[in-house]
C-alpha cells in the first residue's frame, strides 16, 4: 500500500484556504472545514480518555473503535458523500449504552462534570462530540444527514455521556439550582 500522507508541510493553506477529498478549495472558515476540524478535536478528547483508561477498561476498544469512526464521518465530510448507511452503527451505540446505562443509578437532577479524572475527560469529550454535533447541522450536506450522520454522533455523545456517569465512581456532584433564599 503507498503512503498517504508522504509530506506534512504544503504551504497550500498559507491563504487562508484549503482542500478537501473532493477537489475542491475552501475558506478556512467553511462549515465543512469547521466541521472537519471539530471532528478532529471531538477524536483527540475520545483519545486522551482512552489514553487515561487502564487498559482492561471494558469500554476502552469500544472507544478506539469509535475513534476509527469518526474518521469515517471526516471521509464523508471530505468528499461529500457517506460511504456507510449509518442506520447500523447508530444501533451499535444504542445497545453499548444500554449496557453502560443499566448499571447506572437513575438521574435526579443535572450531573456537574468532574468528579474525577475520567470522568472529566469523558464530560469533555461529550461536550466536544456535542460542538461537532453542532457543525455538522450546520455545514448541511444532504448526503450525509440522509445517511444519518448526525443521527449517529448525537448518539455518540449520548454514549460519552453515560461513560462519564460510569466512570464517577458512584461519585456524581448534582446540579444544586440557585434559589433566593440560598445566596
Known amino acids: 500500500m503507498p503512503d498517504r500522507i508522504n509530506r506534512v508541510t ?19 472558515e467553511h462549515d465543512r472545514i469547521e466541521l472537519a476540524g ?3 478535536e471531538a477524536n483527540c478528547a475520545i483519545g486522551l480518555l482512552i489514553a487515561n483508561l487502564d487498559t482492561n477498561c471494558p469500554f476502552r476498544s469500544f472507544l478506539l473503535t469509535i475513534q476509527s469512526r469518526l ?14 448507511e449509518w442506520n447500523g452503527e447508530i444501533e451499535v451505540i444504542e445497545r453499548e449504552t444500554a449496557v453502560l446505562n443499566k448499571e447506572l443509578e437513575p438521574l435526579k ?17 461529550r461536550a466536544t462530540m456535542r460542538r461537532a454535533e453542532r457543525a455538522f447541522w ?33 461519585v456524581e456532584q448534582l446540579w444544586q439550582p440557585a434559589t433566593s433564599h440560598n445566596r
Open 10 to 28: 504544503t504551504r497550500s493553506g498559507d491563504d487562508g484556504q484549503t482542500s478537501l477529498a473532493d477537489g475542491k478549495r475552501y475558506p478556512k
Open 38 to 40: 471539530t471532528l478532529d
Open 138 to 170: 450546520r455545514a448541511k450536506i444532504d448526503s450525509l444527514i440522509e445517511a444519518g450522520t448526525g443521527a449517529y454522533l448525537n448518539r455518540l455523545s449520548d454514549y460519552l455521556f453515560v461513560v462519564a456517569r460510569a466512570t464517577a465512581d458512584g
Open 109 to 125: 437532577e443535572f450531573v456537574l462534570p468532574g468528579g474525577n479524572k475520567i470522568c472529566a475527560l469523558a464530560h469533555l469529550a
Open 71 to 84: 474518521f469515517d464521518v471526516g471521509a464523508s465530510v471530505a468528499t461529500g458523500a457517506s460511504h456507510l
